[in-house]
């Protein structure tokens, strides 16, 4: 696997792009459009499908070749005059992807689709590989970019085509993207019954498409091209048929399946980030959603004044499969979308000073494959120069980081139509009767009846039966906000070294942080607290510390963390401990058998253990949820997915015992 990319070659030749690894065009002289229409639309059938959809229906386009994304805009303008109400899921993979500026020409072709353009245009991801998820709402869709070559892609996609756009460069210039591989992958990724179209009419494509199950037709191509292939699965064999490697049949106990419901209502326990984030992203997909919440929403560990979206960028060999890269691209990109005037989000930039370990990490880390405008070492003069103030150190700069109001943030995500709040309500129980979950509080009164409930109630889940066995770790945390003095406030971006501080919030202090005190729970401020956080701060810079007031004169905040043993989110659906108990106990002898499906405890979800990451995780961790309830493709590939899963646990557990 090579991670490292790098942007297309294009020739211009007036407003005909021309790929230069591969002598071949990107669109038709003959109008690129209008090919995209007639080729992948129409045969594709999409007018007519897209038309039957109904609320809650999702629609998967797969396409092979993002491009310029021509493709893609013809599909959105078509979805948005057909103001269908379900969801159009556009998911593509780009081995060389196009610079912003041959983006933005390509796009200034197609006037009539200028504004998906400018939309994707300011979601398009940096050169950093692997999955990229962009949301768009207001268009009731999502495009799901895979930066990489196909046979990465592939193994590596989650997701139930309906339709398929097969549009790498010609066979003859392209061979390597249409292998049997290709065909296969596709045959194991549709729906029954899904369709292709492609603008070639090689023979080769055509044996291996109808070799995968295919029923293949030569129908007339656009323009000057006389012939063109289309047709659909012949086959109805399911994807795990065909691939075994893939889910139920590889690894049950990691399964995700889509409920059934009869209604998309959900319950989400718990008002922190991800609680919000979770109830957030099901209402903008139509969902009703009720979130309880034991005091007021980020009163938590989401309630500091300042959260830092700190990057944690991925080693070259892991980055294809790497949630919190991904997660923290997502969530930066999203923050930059809020309308100006009162953003909760700060880019301010974060300079990691290379003291300690850090220095060591810096050699190991991906930044030489990774574009400056993501992450860059600086010497000390020009670290100095983006802090505002002197630095004796290197340090790495991430210019597209910053710091977050989470209150704020939180109460935005929490007003999205659909969403009913109810404060001062804690959880107590959750019994299922039928095929509804009741949870009830203390005194047994009922406080939500619904199909699915999501918990995001960090460490306190642990208290319901069905948690109990989860190993979530509670960790004390306290940040500390001392004023700003003339010696700090120059401090114009983040610092971090083993701790963290920011600029100088509105309030005219600091956040800096934070203590780490696995398995306590109290909250209560100390000194010896602050004490620990201005040490930190005078390792890595000991003018900075000793530019501030005493710490008696300090305020702050402490709460605490919800922490899994290997650090990464509990996330997704909750099995039933007994069954499942019994249904692996094979695995301790490494008995290889034909284990049965997860025995889930139906519709009740995990959103937990963000530990000291939530503000950069909760978004995408809240996608992933998303995508699992409504059955849309995956943010993100099957062994992230398999990371995160709640099952996880008790699996090592059951494996232990041998
Ligand atoms: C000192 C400190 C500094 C940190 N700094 C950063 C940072 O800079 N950047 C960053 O990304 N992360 C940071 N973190 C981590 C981050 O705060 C957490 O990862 C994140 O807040 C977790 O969000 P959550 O929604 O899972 O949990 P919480 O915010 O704790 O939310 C859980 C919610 O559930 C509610 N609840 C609990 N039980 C019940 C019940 N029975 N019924 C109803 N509601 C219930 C609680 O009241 C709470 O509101 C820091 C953490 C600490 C402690
Ligand atoms: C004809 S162009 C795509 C046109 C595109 N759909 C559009 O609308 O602009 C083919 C695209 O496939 C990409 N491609 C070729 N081989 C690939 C591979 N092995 N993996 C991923 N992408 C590949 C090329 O870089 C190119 O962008």
Known sequence: VSPSLRH????????TPFARDFDDIYFSRDGGADEAIHVFLRQNRLPERFSTLQAGNGFTVVETGFGTGLNWLATMDLWQRQASPGWLHYVSVEKLPLAPADLLRAHACWPAFTA??????????????????????????????????????????????DAWFLDGFAPDRNPEMWTPALFTGMASLSKPGATFATFTAAGSVRRGLAGAGFAVSKVPGHGRKREMLSGSLALRQAALEIRPDRGVAAKPWLQRLQPELAERHACVIGAGIAGAQTAHRLALRGWKVTVLERGLPAQGASGNPGAVLYPRLAPPAQALDNFRQAAWLLAIRELELLPPEDSPWHRCGLLQLLTGNHAEDAEKLPHANLPAALVERLCPEEASRRAGLPLQVDALWYPLAGWLAPEAHIQQLLRAPGITLRTQCAADRLERSGALWHVLGREGEVLAVCPVVIVASAHEAMNLKAFAHLPLQAVRGQVSSPRATPGSLPLATLLCHDGYMTPALPDGRHCLGATFQPGRHDTIVLTADHEENRAQLREASPALADSLEPVAAWTGRAAVRCQSPDYLPVLGPIPDRDAFLQAYAGLSDGKVMAYPGLPVLPGLYANLAHGSQGFSQAALAAEILAAELDGEPFPVSRKVLDSLHPSRFWIREIRRRK
């Open 8 to 15: 297309a070659s294009i020739d211009w030749s007036q407003d």
């Open 116 to 161: 998906f353009a400018n939309a994707l245009q300011h979601r398009y991801p940096p050169l950093v590989a692997g999955f990229h998820r962009l949301v768009f709402p207001e268009w009731r869709s999502t495009l799901t970019l895979f930066f990489g070559d196909i046979a990465d892609f592939l193994p590596r996609l989650e997701a139930r085509a």
